[in-house]
């Protein structure tokens, strides 16, 4: 016994292969499109590199020159710019204790 799908509002059965085939498809594109909204890391990265870039193209060139020099001298002679590193860090505790003590005799 069988039965024909000539009635009006049914299916055949590869009518329903290729329904279920587009379904797949589309759930498919929706689920790609949900994890890359849920790569919050992913696109804060992207983010940040179109930033870098947007930065770099607004800087002028002997500028950008004069920084890639000072980062390559600082990998080059790491214990100089430490100990420089240091030297500014205590000068700016030294000026904020000053500061908050005259701040208190004030009162």
């Keep these: 016994m069988s039965r024909t799908h000539d009635t009006p509002g049914t299916k055949g059965p590869e009518e329903l292969r290729r329904d279920i085939a587009h379904s797949r498809g589309e759930l498919a594109d929706t689920v790609g ?3 890359e909204r ?3 890391k992913g696109r804060a ?3 940040a590199v179109q930033v870098a870039h947007r930065v770099q193209d ?3 060139r002997p500028v950008r020159q004069a920084t890639s020099t000072v980062v390559r001298a600082g990998r080059d002679h790491r214990r100089p710019v430490l100990a420089a ?3 500014a860090g ?8 000053r500061h ?5 005799r004030r009162r």
């Design 33 to 35: 499109e949900l994890a």
């Design 38 to 40: 849920a790569d919050v």
């Design 45 to 47: 990265r992207e983010k």
């Design 58 to 60: 607004g800087t002028p």
């Design 85 to 87: 590193a240091a030297a």
């Design 90 to 97: 205590a000068a700016a505790a030294v000026v904020v204790v």
């Design 100 to 104: 908050r003590v005259r701040a208190g």
